[in-house]
């Protein structure tokens, strides 16, 4: 069965970092595509970062510059660095398989200014 599990998420001042873990299982990861998104209260859902199978990435231009996702395929984990982080970036953010097809439980991300 596919799982995703994410973690590292918690309560950080503006201007701090975090790095976000989600593990994966259930699948060949590293032939996948794998992405971050994360939800506010009252937002839409907002696709935060990508990265292909061949480690190619893209960002929203709102965490341009300031966010890095990443991946080690021989741990089957993606990863996204967090820096200058702002109270707009307070969501819950999710991993997924591709563009969603599959879902992570996500890992809360308070940041208090």
């Known amino acids: 069965q596919v799982q995703l599990e994410e973690s590292g998420g918690g309560l950080v001042q503006a201007g701090g970092s975090l790095r976000l873990s989600c593990a994966a299982s259930?699948?060949?990861?590293?032939?996948?595509?794998m992405a971050w998104y994360r939800q506010a209260p009252g937002k839409e859902r907002e696709l935060v970062a990508t990265?292909?199978?061949?480690?190619?990435?893209s960002y929203a231009d709102s965490v341009k510059g300031r966010f890095t996702i990443s991946r080690d395929n021989a741990k089957n984990t993606v990863y996204l660095q967090m820096n200058s982080l702002k109270p707009e970036d307070t969501a819950v953010y999710y991993c997924t398989r591709g563009l969603g097809n599959y879902w992570g439980q996500g890992t809360q991300v308070t940041v208090s200014s």
């Open positions: 259930g699948f060949t990861f590293s032939t996948y595509y």
């Open positions: 990265i292909s199978s061949r480690g190619s990435t």
